[in-house]
Structure formats: structure tokens, C-alpha cells
């Protein structure tokens, strides 16, 4: 047990010597019931780039967070020595206006930076909905809104990231860039990583004009198929929709289709969609994992309504009453059930019958612990290799993504 303290003691006065703010992890830090020994606060990319070669000099786990607002997605991870928190990370963005291009640090959240942006008419156009979310847990979880379907997801606004490797080395590819890992494309990959191959220190993302104008209605649609035609064309519309989500409250019940106008007589052209359907009211919105678990569906958009079916068929079979919402013409659903023992069997079912992908982003410890999150992955011995590469001692984030990774 000395040895043990002793150990602490040294990796302690290591990260202390780095000159980045420590302090010991509380009952507040904690990720999925491990609480991480300390807490570093750095406040640039050097001190990012000091607290992981000390960790590195004493094999400890690191896990990045932002505002936390996601932090309960996905698995546990194997160990959590080092809470790396980047909410000091967060100096005024370096906006260039008349490049639509804006340069954020990963603590700076995405309202500050909206508000900013806002003020010369501009907006980076992700839809984040959560509050305190920031830049680089938005990049880490790969969060994107409705309008994924006009202007893309994080990956394709992003043009420059600056991120710092389990070593301690500091790497920035795309836009302005000074050292670049060779033969990979940081941005891409860091991306969804759940902090699995690095910190993201800072990012830069191009810009689109804040629309003059916008519109959302909404039509019912009394079954899937129905629904699976309606999106459909709306997706085509001449009116260039710039989001058609889907709200379906439970099975058996009438699926609302909305849609977004945006830009110069947005009202005119969204009166134009009228006569596609039956108008509808636009449905509450919900929170992300308001009922306690929430997963993600994804299908190609011409399976849509066999893919609702079968989240009906697997939602009857166990007894569960899910909320199926979303980007429905980019085949992008979440689904919201309360915490049930029947989730292993709904996930089961749900994965057996669709064209496409279903992952658990969260759920109670005791559900997530017998389920595979993620499912089939068949890019999956490549990912183990880039993890190799990047993080060999796998002292970051280990165990949060795809197989364990």
C-alpha cells in the first residue's frame, strides 16, 4: 500500500511540476462511476501538451472534457487517472469575417461562439442543442442538428484542427497549418473519436451567412411508408429544404414530417410545400436522453420505413414504448426508451432487421454493461491500428469507442 502512495505521490509532483492548475478529482468529476485522481485545467495547447507527457511518464489514463454535457455518452473507460478539462481553453475566437472562417479553441462553447459569430452575420450551422456544449466535445462526439442535411456535420464545416497525442506532441493539419501527422487526415479522424486518439485544442471551421429568413411546418403522416413518401419529396422540393426531420411519439400513433425553409421568401416557398400533405403542428422538442436512454439509428433514407417497422416490431416484442425523431432525409433517427431490462432484446431485434446501424450512446451502467454500444464495425481492425499508432499505451480515453478501443 506505500508503494502504491508512493507511486501517486511522484506522478502528482510530475503533473504539479508542469505549471498547469491541478487540483484532486472530487465526487463531481466522476465519468461513470470512476473518479479520476486529478483534474488539470490547462489553458493553452503547450500546458495540453505538458499534462500528457507527464501522464505519459507514469502510464496515467486521460480523459478529455469539455463542458460535459456528453460526457455520458458511450461506454465507460477502463481507468480515468487524469480528468483533462479545457473549460480554460476558452480565449475570444479569431474570426475572419470577410473569409467566412472562424478559429475557436476547444473551450470556447458553441453559444459564446454563435453569439460572435451572429454579430457580423454569420453562423457555423451544426444546431448543437445542448447548453454548455463546446467545441471540442462537439467535434469529439461528431454532433450535428437537422441541418445536417443542408450544410453537412462537424467533419464537413471543419477545415483546420491543432490537436496534442498521448505523448505529448502537438499536430495540426488543414487550415494554417505548422506540423502535420504525415499520411492522415486529423480532422476526419479525430472527429467522433470520443477522445480516444488525442486532445482537440483548438479547431477551424468555414461559415455560411445567417438566412435572412426562416420556416419550419410540418405535415402528418399516418404510418411509415406514408411518412418514408413525404420525405422523400420533400427532399427534392424546388423550395431546397435546408432540414426534413421526422417525429414519431410511439408506435401506433401518427408520424409528424417538418421541414425547413431557409433564405430570401422563406415563407413563400415553405407555402409552396402546402399541398405535398396534410399540415400538422410542429412537434415539442425533446430533450436528447431526457427518458434515460438514447440510441442512434442509421439508415440509408430509402430504408426509413422498413426501418421504423422494425423498431415497432422489436418495440412490441419486449414491451417497450420508444421516440423515434430526427434528420430523416439524411437516415439519421435517435431513439429515446426509458430504462427497461428488455433493452438487450429491443437492440438484438433492432439490429436484426435493419439495412443500416443502431448504437447505444447512452444508458444506465447496469444496461450498457450487457451490450455491445456500438454493434458491427467493419472498418473495425483498421481502427485498432490508427489507435496504435496514435495512442500505443492506450493511455487515452480507454475502452470509450468502437471495440473497446
Known sequence: MSGAREVRREAGASLEKTGVTIRDGGPGDEVAGLRPSWVALPESTEEIAAVL???????????????????????PPERCDVLLDTCCLAAAPDHAAGDLVVRAQAGVTMEALAGLLAESGQELALDVPMAGATVGGTLAT??????????????????GITVVLADGTVARSGGRVVK????YDLGKL??????????????????????????????????????????????????????????WPAPGAPLTVSVLIEGTAADQRAA????????????PEQGDDAAGVLLELRVPPASLAAALLAVRDAAERVGLSPRVSGAAASGVLRIALPPDEG?????????????????????????MRGIDPWGETGAL?????????FDPGRRMSPGRFVGGI
Do not use: C
Not at 409552396?272 to 412537434?283: Q, V
Open 53 to 75: 507527457r507527464a501522464a505519459a511518464g507514469h502510464d496515467l489514463a486521460v480523459l478529455p472534457v469539455g463542458g460535459g454535457t456528453k460526457l455520458h455518452w458511450g461506454p
Open 142 to 159: 461528431a454532433t450535428a442538428g437537422p441541418r445536417r442535411f443542408r450544410y453537412g456535420t462537424a467533419r464537413d464545416l471543419l477545415i
Open 180 to 183: 502535420n501527422v504525415a499520411g
Open 190 to 247: 479525430f472527429t467522433g473519436s470520443y477522445g480516444t486518439l488525442g486532445v482537440i485544442a483548438e479547431a477551424t471551421f468555414r461559415l455560411h451567412p445567417l438566412p435572412a429568413q426562416r420556416r419550419w411546418i410540418a405535415f402528418s403522416a399516418p404510418d411509415p411508408h406514408a411518412a418514408r413518401s413525404l420525405v422523400a419529396a420533400l427532399a427534392v422540393a424546388q423550395a431546397e429544404p435546408s432540414a426534413v426531420e421526422l417525429d
Open 272 to 283: 409552396a410545400l402546402l399541398p405535398l400533405g396534410e399540415a400538422a403542428a410542429l412537434p
Open 343 to 367: 433493452l438487450s432484446g429491443f437492440v438484438g431485434a433492432v439490429r436484426a432487421a435493419i439495412d443500416g446501424r443502431l448504437v447505444v450512446v447512452t444508458a444506465p451502467e447496469p444496461l
Open 381 to 389: 481492425t483498421l481502427m485498432r491500428r490508427v489507435k496504435e499508432r
